[in-house]
């Protein structure tokens, strides 16, 4: 609840992308987005406790049943996995990979 700014401004990261590839293609300007699942951010560890306080479950069914339920691995997505995915986008040196949005989540987009 409460996320309408959160999630406009990540809709409005994907429409920046695309226009940022699209005008800066002719002086090789790529722009891409990488849209991590669940990271155990401060903003994340803070939301633990609340849902499990609104859920009336422990913290633990929290990760488990509700964060990372559908993650193929039930793991986090961590920083390295994000840095993976930015190298690979910094490593790509053609145009064919630009305006691109790429979910590092562990399968988590996948519900």
């Keep these: 609840m409460l996320k309408s700014a959160y999630v406009t401004a990540k ?7 695309k226009t940022v590839a699209k005008e800066g293609g ?3 300007i ?8 669940f990271v155990r951010t401060p ?6 406790p609340e849902q499990a306080a609104a859920l009336g479950i422990s913290e633990d069914d929290v990760i488990k049943k509700v964060m990372l339920k559908e993650t193929v691995d039930g793991e986090f997505t ?10 690979l986008f910094a490593g790509f040196e053609t145009n064919a990979l630009t305006g691109q949005s790429l979910v590092v989540s562990h399968g ?3 519900q």
């Design 78 to 87: 961590t920083v390295q996995d994000v840095a993976e995915v930015a190298l």
């Design 30 to 37: 790529r722009a891409n987005v990488i849209c991590p699942g």
């Design 108 to 110: 988590w987009f996948m």
């Design 26 to 28: 002719k002086y090789k």
């Design 43 to 48: 903003l994340v560890e803070k939301q633990i």
């Design 11 to 17: 809709h409005g990261l994907i429409g920046l992308c």
